[in-house]
């Protein structure tokens, strides 16, 4: 059974660090795995996806890495702002299209 | 969340009453989802349709059906319901990949927020 964790589970920074995101998964044989953000009562807003034959994939100030054999993902957020301030959620895709949540990191971006 | 629309967004009922959470999509994808999100539980699968006319249970289907009539709708029913069903509901949706594999990015629609009182 796949297991997805996230690490830290929150996080607070001041605003302009450049800051990693974790998330960790035990089934390397995944699809793909994608970045989400949740702001508070809010939907999830799809960041980026990564498939399995990638490593990494770029988006503004976002960069997201892929280690299918070290089980591992990285979500890269360069000179954060407090419009960063949200809930990141990694999901895998794994066989029988299952997909798997992670744990979640609840990030603050300080002024 | 363009191309997933859930309705209605807010929704109070009382112990016992039936109540049509709907989903509909506008990008032709074959798998839609019904997730609910709780605090501290993150989110958990309810149903899940491949296809049209095809459901099958997730990790928390009881008090729940579902209906896939078309490729564009999936409707979460509440036959009676319950205070442990109050949550904030999810439909999501993805494509299917050339290999029959989910390969193609979720998209989720803005939430059901449901109190049952």
């Known amino acids: 059974k796949q297991e997805v964790t996230q690490i830290p589970a929150a996080l607070s920074v001041p605003e302009g660090e450049n800051l990693v995101l974790n998330c960790s998964f035990t089934?390397?044989?995944?699809?793909?795995l994608q970045w989400f953000r949740q702001d508070p009562g809010k939907g999830l807003t799809s960041l980026l996806l990564?498939?399995?034959?990638?490593r990494e994939q770029t988006s503004g100030r976002l960069n997201a890495s892929l280690d299918k054999s070290s089980g591992r993902s990285t979500l890269y957020i360069a000179a954060s702002q407090p419009g960063d301030s949200a809930t990141y959620l990694c999901?895998?895709?794994?066989?029988?299209?299952?997909?798997?949540f992670g744990t979640g990191t609840q990030l603050k971006v300080e002024l | 969340n363009a191309g997933v629309t859930q309705t209605p967004k807010f929704q109070v009922l009382k112990t016992g009453q039936s109540m049509t959470l709907q989903c509909a999509q506008d990008?032709?994808?074959?798998?839609m989802y019904w997730y609910r999100q709780d605090p501290g539980m993150g989110l958990r699968l309810i149903y899940y349709?491949?296809?049209?006319?095809?459901?099958d249970k997730g990790e928390v289907p009881n008090g729940y059906n579902v209906s896939r009539l078309n490729k564009r709708e999936f409707s979460l029913r509440l036959e009676s319901a319950a205070p442990s069903q109050t949550s904030v509901y999810f439909c999501?949706?993805?494509?299917?990949?050339?290999?029959?594999?989910?390969?193609?990015?979720?998209?989720f629609g803005e939430g059901s927020r449901l109190t049952v009182l």
């Open positions: 999901v895998t895709t794994g066989g029988g299209n299952k997909l798997t």
């Open positions: 089934d390397s044989a995944i699809y793909n």
């Open positions: 990564i498939q399995s034959s990638q």
């Open positions: 990008m032709n994808h074959n798998s």
């Open positions: 349709s491949a296809s049209e006319g095809t459901t």
């Open positions: 999501a949706i993805k494509p299917m990949g050339r290999s029959g594999a989910n390969t193609g990015e979720l998209f």
